[in-house]
């Protein structure tokens, strides 16, 4: 197939939205198709470097980019906050005035929305009527509000953020729109699964938006040698709705007898909190925190572990999740939102989210179980393992190219509208 892919966010040598957006492209064309890549140029010397290092007859020769830039002051708005959803719905408008442009010379047989990983950041490269697979994207879920004393700053994150999704979802009509006509949404969770239907979305099928390359993988189980106390390991960027101060709430209400000890892998806004939030739940000399480190020590921290603990009260899912399980670590999180979607159940605890101290309290017990049951910890761990054997980027990518071929045979509903009645100008 001749496909189209947008990826807002795109770049091979980063994690996150924009390893993604990378990553479903080239996996697309190593699979034997041709793609052309929509992206911003902020990623476009490293997207570079990756295709030179690549034999050009191979997946290198069938991915070709398009760099959209949007106008200087739109860039400058782009570092405050909330500027970026203007840069990107700017950026979404020129990177289907390019797409029409392609189009003219080579048609596309399926256009497929990447990144933004976002339901409310919408596409508008529905109009140009051709089979459409939007997502995954996430962007129905919410931190629940009983919880908000374990988010720092959730009047300033939280609220801003639920405000803003209802303006995006009741008064852009290119978000139902684009629900509307594409042919396949997918979704990494069920509350935006139950949105997107709502919204009018005619087929949705829960999809991670997450994928591991094989090389992440340990080509066997890797056996833990047991240790005198229990290594739990937290890794994510210090945000507020990662709600680090839920784990070390919990870990405050660990019986005494258990030995364990706490490595955070991270840094971000929150870095400053911790030694206050450390003293605060009577964990000084049960916690290390490393800061950022490099990919090849990020894996390395995974494999010195015995278990991985992460509780954040809004995500899509977390890849870290996945390289977790990747690992052989069993995890212990919150039953809700993509870890409840895609966690198996026997690869860890997944604890109930009620109320702040019933949760708390199962947390806690979670980790009593695990250092009491080593057998179990490993059963759970090869129960993920197993799992993350199955979605590494080329597997995760044949699924998405089955469901395309399924929406290859069924076209858009209805026709692209004329330029006229969708375009307007976009100062330079």
Known sequence: MNILTSAYACDPTRGGEEGFGFSWAWNTAQQGHTVRCLTRPVGRANIEAHLANQ????????????????????????RWQFGIYLHYMV?????????????????????????YGS????????????????GPVGGGQHAPKAFQAYLPNWYKTEIPRTFISWLLVTFDPNVR??????????????????????????????????????????????????????????????????????????????????????TIVGDGPMMPLLPGLLQQYGLEGKVTTLGTLPWSEVRQAYLTHDAFMFT????????????????????????????????PAGAGLKVPVTTPEETIAALARAVEHFYDNPAARENMGRAGYAFALTQVWPKRVSRLLQLASEAVKTPATAPAPRSHSTSYPIPG
């Not at 034999?55 to 782009?78: I, S």
């Not at 950026?91 to 047989?109: G, H, I, K, V």
């Open 55 to 78: 034999e050009p007859n191979g997946a290198a020769g069938r991915l070709q980019f398009e760099y959209v830039a949007v106008p200087k002051w739109v860039d400058f708005l782009a």
């Open 91 to 115: 950026w979404q408008y020129l990177a289907w005035r390019t797409a029409r442009r392609l189009e003219q010379s080579t048609p596309f047989d399926l256009v497929h929305h990447a990144t």
């Open 119 to 134: 339901l409310q950041m919408t596409s508008w490269l529905w109009r140009l009527g051709k089979p459409m697979i939007f």
């Open 177 to 262: 729109q684009n629900l509307r006509h594409a042919s396949m949404v997918l979704t990494t969770n069920q509350e935006t699964a139950a949105l997107a239907r709502k919204l009018g979305a005619r087929r949705v099928e829960l999809f991670l938006d997450s994928g591991l390359p094989d090389s992440f993988i340990p080509d066997q189980f890797p056996v833990r040698q047991p240790a005198p106390e229990l290594r739990l390991l937290w890794l994510g960027r210090l945000i507020s709705r990662k709600a680090l101060p839920l784990v070390l709430a919990a870990l405050a209400q660990v019986d005494p007898r258990v030995r364990f000890h706490l």
């Open 312 to 343: 954040s009260l809004r995500d899509s899912f977390a890849a870290q999740f996945l390289e977790a399980m990747a690992t052989g670590l069993p995890i212990i999180t919150l039953n809700h939102q993509g870890a409840r979607d895609f966690i």
